[in-house]
């Protein structure tokens, strides 16, 4: 079987045989009937190629719904307001977000509107069949195919909105560059055939060359500097990832609505700039390569490997997300470790796991036993941050 699926190669082939890898990261996952998330195939869960946090502990959409209510409560109910979740997956955490609204705010059906937005069929089908429950109890759910401003389902929707997503931005195109050399480069993608080629000899090939013009934008943004010399001591391994399209992704919510708040859960780190010393737990947190792509709960570094077949995702750069914030008007409200948010919210792992009690099944210790990780601030719950930023 071949190892990249045919249509990503054509879709190289089709743009001049020469990409970034950025480029060819977003072909890989979102090409049309060929990107990994377009595909109709299950991807969450035991029988998928990773979890996330709200499939695995409901207490963290308790903790969210309870964390979004009280910022509609300060919003104002006046006049309706847009949930707006990029990313959605499998409908874990609207399916959560909604359960605990309907259980414990269930006037707020009456004032908000809960889209979702999402690339794959398959992904919007199973999220449909997860929140029927909800459309046929009265509550505003709808879908949107992107956040592009022209598209007419948007229209009318703008206005006030809070904007969530989990794990989305590390799956954003990220440009992967060289800081050890005299000069920055940065990695493409070559076809060298015009046909297929097999699993034996693929035809595409990784190439380091000169910076694009994403990319180099990206630098002066984040920098103010696009020479090697002064990138070098920011990177722990001689590279740096660098990821324009979260600027495009805060640009387009500041397009179409007049006021909002965006909340991102993400795995990644502050990372260090060039003139100010940035530090997480007494340390200066430092750029490196951290591409790969999963496959069956497997990492793997080989991002060619299996392309339109494996989900590519990178840390997250959340000094950059905030730069990006501040270029489009967005303030930053909150940053802070998932564990500290988690228990600012009052979710604590359960009375009988912290008495060492046996618990009533293996499906409540398991759940425990991850809620326990995202509360140590020194494990998952400390990998993983939360932004909050708004207008």
């Known amino acids: 079987m071949d190892v990249i699926d045919p249509r990503i190669r054509s879709a190289v082939q089709a743009e001049g045989g020469r990409v970034t890898l950025a480029r060819f990261m977003e072909l890989a996952l979102t090409a049309p009937d060929a990107g990994y998330y377009v595909r109709d195939h299950r991807i969450l869960g035991e029988g998928g190629d990773f979890t996330t946090v709200p499939r695995e502990v409901p207490a963290f959409n308790r903790s969210l719904a309870l964390f979004m209510a009280e910022l509609i409560d300060t919003m104002g109910q006046d006049s309706r307001l847009t949930v707006v ?154 590279f740096m990832e660098v990821r324009p399209g979260v600027g495009v992704f805060l640009q387009r919510i500041r397009h179409v609505f007049a006021e909002s708040c965006v909340i991102t859960f993400d795995y990644g780190d502050w990372l260090a700039g060039a003139t100010e010393d940035i530090r997480e737990g007494g340390k200066v947190v430092t750029h490196g390569r951290s591409l790969r792509t999963y496959s069956h709960h497997q990492s793997d570094g080989n991002i060619l490997s299996y392309a339109g077949k494996r989900d590519i995702t990178a840390d997250v750069d959340f000094r950059a997300v905030h730069l990006h914030g501040e270029a489009v008007g967005f303030e930053q409200v909150l940053y802070a470790p998932l564990a500290a948010f988690l228990r600012g919210t009052g979710v604590e792992v359960p009375s009988w796991k912290r008495r060492g009690c046996l618990p009533q099944s293996l499906e409540a210790d398991r759940e425990a036993c991850v809620l326990e990780a995202l509360l140590d601030p020194t494990d998952v719950g400390g990998l993983f941050k939360v932004l909050v930023q708004a207008t």
């Open 85 to 238: 979740e990029v990313g959605a997956g499998e409908g874990d955490m609207a399916q959560g977000v909604l359960g605990s609204w309907e259980k414990d705010r269930p006037e707020l059906k009456d004032t908000i509107r809960y889209r979702l937005v999402d690339v794959g069929e398959g992904l919007v089908r199973r999220q449909r069949e997860r929140l029927k429950p909800f459309t046929e109890a009265g509550w505003d759910v709808a879908w949107w195919s992107s956040l592009d401003p022209n598209e007419s389902e948007i229209a009318g929707d703008g206005g006030r909105a809070i904007v969530v997503s989990n794990e989305f931005l590390d799956a954003l195109p990220t440009h992967l560059l060289r800081v050890s050399g005299e000069q920055v480069e940065e990695q493409w993608i070559v076809s060298d055939q015009a046909g297929g080629g097999s699993s034996a000899a693929p035809d595409l090939r990784e190439e380091w060359s000169t910076l694009s013009t994403p990319a180099r934008a990206e630098l002066d943004l984040l920098f103010g500097t696009t020479s090697a010399a002064r990138l070098a001591p920011l990177s722990s391994d001689g």
